[in-house]
């Protein structure tokens, strides 16, 4: 019971504290957001009032209540808030997801189209050698002074390229992979031998979509190389030192897998998890150093970097050098990165090379080579330039290049005639695989959409396709229609795919190929010393380089 006087009081305190729970709603609601809201729900149901959310400052809405726009709709204490982040907005030719209405129906979410999703693909270590697993895919044999290796099945992996997107299966196989016809890649997906994330492709004309997996199982087969042996010339705890015969490449490319260096020291010298420190062309004998811990290849990169390493190079070059030291400096800009072919260019990047003729027989000279930078092709280019290439280099002594052959770097024909008539001249001589392609590389403009040019000639395109078919007498067995080759399930264990050297759908198994002789295998170009801190190493000179060497 209050005293007359202060009858009225409770009221006053009543209304200043409603006064203050609207008050206070408002401002901390501005500051804090939806806590404010739950802090407030009470004054609210006392008030029948409902304070719009405000942000960054912003009034929720006008005196009308209506909302302005980019700022959020006013929320109910207890409702969920609408989900905008990580919303997506429906592309072109697709329906936006409806919200269902209704109590109990949730709404439908995007990944309930079951749109094909792949994990990204898994790292590799860089550098590292390969496993026992996959040296065991195959075997080598040797015959007639090759190294030989047996035809085996083979995946090949690949994530789904940009460019493919939203193309067909038989699309990308007859614009990118033409190695094959159609009727082939039709026969495999019959067999079963096409994936597409792990699921066998069922018809070609399924649309590839982002991040699709692909798995394409061939029977593959391996140009051999020379039987020379990869000889160890020093191992320590650091580093694996070889002599690389011409002929192998270094590591897995092209058509070469297991008749490389790499995968040769996995299999007979039982040395793994390498680090190539550096590369040398697959034509190019001599001193080839590994890493065998990433300490020690990044190590001796930051030497490469800091231009404390010395290489130096032996080869045998056309016509009598000058007897002085030469110092060539001339830029060098690659033409095809695909074929493999380099000139000297004012856009090229710089390049340094000095050269030191040691003998001349009458013919040809024997010259020592310090490059000084690390260009591709570097040494034969600037060889070439200096009008004095390798004798036997199938690139840069070419009549492709035009009658001067590149000398001074007068070459008479665009990049693409130049191209097309390097294209053509391994071609004639079926020796594609010294510009490390197969057919199935070449564009159609590099072959058959136009005629070699008149540098070239028609009569030694003859004479060159008369001698390569004497030489190499590829001989095609009868044909046969891939689909009758296709093998019933209920046989195919009776058949030569049991055995790995032969399979029915292989065009490959098919031609009967004369081998090369061991010496078209070689290039006069050897890395004969190679020295940084703490460290040198050295390689035989080559049977061609001694004075006594006459050409065949």
Request: overall charge negative; hydrophobic content about 35%.
């Amino acid at each position: 019971m209050w005293p007359g006087g202060c009858r009225w009081l409770p009221v006053l305190l009543q209304g200043y504290l409603n006064l203050w729970r609207l008050t206070s709603a408002r401002t901390w609601g501005s500051c804090w957001g939806p806590m404010a809201e739950t802090f407030s729900t009470g004054a609210e149901a006392a008030s029948g009032l409902r304070a719009p959310v405000q942000q960054n400052g912003d009034a929720g809405g006008d005196a009308r209540g209506e909302r302005t726009s980019g700022s959020p709709k006013p929320v109910d204490a207890g409702v969920e808030p609408p989900q905008e982040v990580g919303k997506q907005t429906p592309v072109s030719g697709e329906q936006a997801p409806v919200a269902p209405s209704g109590p109990g129906k949730r709404k439908k979410r995007r990944d309930a189209t079951r749109e094909r999703v792949v994990p990204p693909p898994k790292k590799r270590r860089a550098g590292v050698s390969f496993s026992d697993e996959h040296f065991a895919e195959t075997s080598y044999y040797f015959e007639g002074g090759l190294r030989k290796v047996r035809p085996y099945y083979f995946d090949f992996r690949t994530y789904c390229k940009g460019r493919w997107v939203g193309h067909s299966l038989l699309h990308v196989f007859s614009t990118e992979f033409r190695a094959q016809p159609l009727a082939y890649y039709e026969a495999a997906v019959r067999e079963g031998r096409l994936h597409l994330n792990e699921e066998p492709v069922q018809d070609l004309s399924i649309v590839l979509k982002d991040n699709d997996f692909l798995r394409n199982r061939v029977h593959r087969h391996e140009p051999p190389v020379t039987a020379e042996p990869v000889r160890l010339l020093a191992e320590n705890e650091d580093v694996v030192v070889v002599d690389k015969p011409s002929s192998i490449p270094v590591h897995p490319c092209g058509r070469f897998r297991h008749n490389t260096v790499i995968f040769i020291l996995g299999k007979e010298h039982q040395l793994k998890e390498l680090h190539p420190l550096h590369r040398l062309d697959r034509l190019t004998s001599g001193v080839l150093m590994f890493a065998k811990t990433a300490a020690v290849s990044e190590r001796i990169h930051e030497q490469v970097r800091d231009r404390q390493l010395e290489k130096e190079y032996v080869c045998r070059v056309e016509g009598e050098f000058p007897a002085e030291e030469v110092t060539c400096k001339e830029p060098i800009l690659v033409v095809s990165y695909k074929v493999g072919v380099c000139r000297v260019d004012a856009r090229g990047k710089p390049c340094e090379t000095v050269f030191q003729r040691l003998s001349y027989n009458g013919h040809s000279s024997v010259v020592r080579c310090r490059p000084l930078t690390g260009r591709t092709h570097q040494i034969r280019v600037h060889l070439q330039f200096l009008g004095h290439p390798i004798l036997n280099d199938p690139i840069y002594n070419s009549v492709a290049w035009g009658p001067s052959r590149g000398r001074g770097g007068h070459i008479p024909k665009t990049d693409e005639e130049l191209l097309r008539d390097l294209v053509a001249e391994h071609q004639a001589k079926q020796s594609l695989d010294v510009l490390d392609l197969c057919e199935g590389d070449l564009s159609p403009g590099l072959i058959g959409s136009s005629a070699p040019s008149s540098e070239l000639g028609k009569d030694h395109l003859g004479e060159l396709a008369a001698s390569a078919q004497k030489m190499d007498g590829a001989v095609e067995a009868a044909p046969q229609v891939l689909d009758t080759m296709a093998l019933a399930p209920e046989k195919a264990a009776e058949t030569d795919v049991v055995n790995q050297e032969i399979d029915p759908l292989c065009e490959e198994c098919r031609l009967v190929r004369q081998d090369p002789l061991p010496q078209d295998l070689v290039m006069f170009l050897h890395a004969l010393r190679y020295k940084g801190p703490g460290f040198e190493y050295f390689s035989p000179m080559p049977a061609w380089a001694q004075d006594d060497w006459q050409e065949d």
